[in-house]
């Protein structure tokens, strides 16, 4: 079973976490709640500051996020005044999106079928998501695509990439937490793997676009899991 049918399934979590909310979230803690964050909401809304002071940019005017689920990320951003945009290729999330930022532009698709009509963002993000794509060629692309839309001195923060470096002690660690056996961790994912990324190919990727790019430890406040991912920022160079 891929990613996309485990999600798509009904009786996924995310879908009962909306479904408890009619699929109209009111707040932001709604929503971390319906993407089943561990995370305060306190803990979020510094996590959106952090992005603000790496991009250098207080408010945003046009923000694209890439897998935006319910739209929490996107939240505190709307909230400030920038108009948002989002994809998600899970219907329901995108209709959580839609209800709780009725200004906002969502539709329903795939990472690398987007269609904006030659739109150009100010901010463009992508959080844990890289990680459930097929290929490191399809997140390539998706990245490639992403790079695209953003002004000249817009920024692309993709955020939680799995580190090929840390795989191993990744799966060790997941285990533990899990408590189940190497056989129970291989049953699970033989069908269904994450994508783990080379933290120097990915960077290549942005610097053949023309970008500079950080890569960066993963910033999230309040995330114990962060040790094992890494940030990238791209900006055009001399933006950075």
């Known amino acids: 079973m891929s990613w996309k049918e485990v999600w798509s399934n009904t009786e996924c979590h995310y879908f009962s976490r909306a479904e408890k909310y009619s699929f109209s979230p009111e707040t932001l803690d709604d929503l971390i709640d319906i993407m089943d964050f561990d995370i305060s909401s306190q803990d979020w809304k510094k996590n959106i500051s952090s992005i603000l002071e790496k991009i250098d940019n207080n408010r945003p005017n046009k923000v ?24 998600d ?19 329903v698709c795939a990472a690398d079928k987007m269609a904006l009509n030659k739109e150009r963002f100010d901010l463009i ?15 390539n692309n998706v990245l490639r695509e992403m790079l695209s839309m953003l002004t000249d001195d817009g920024a692309c923060l ?6 090929e470096e840390n795989k191993e002690d990744y ?3 997941r285990m ?65």
């Not at 995108?94 to 930022?101: D, G, L, N, P, T």
């Not at 960066?216 to 940030?231: C, L």
Request: proline share 2%; glycine share 6%; with cysteine.
């Open 64 to 87: 694209l996020e890439v897998g935006c689920g319910a739209g929490a990320w996107l939240f505190p951003f709307y909230k400030m005044g920038s108009t948002v945009y989002g994809i």
């Open 89 to 107: 290729f899970l219907p329901y999330l995108i209709k959580c999106a839609k209800s709780i930022m009725p200004e906002g532009k969502f539709s």
């Open 125 to 139: 993000l992508c959080n844990s998501v890289f990680q459930y794509f097929s290929s490191a060629e399809y997140a």
């Open 158 to 163: 993709v955020t939680d990439l799995f580190c």
């Open 171 to 173: 799966k060790m660690f």
């Open 176 to 240: 533990s937490e899990l408590k189940i056996t190497e056989d129970e961790w291989d049953r699970r994912y033989s069908s269904a793997d994450h994508l783990y990324l080379n933290r120097e190919k990915t960077r290549d990727v942005c610097e053949k676009m023309g970008f500079d790019v950080k890569i960066i430890n993963n910033m999230s406040i309040g995330y114990n899991h962060g040790r094992f991912r890494f940030d990238l920022l791209a900006r055009r160079k001399n933006s950075i």
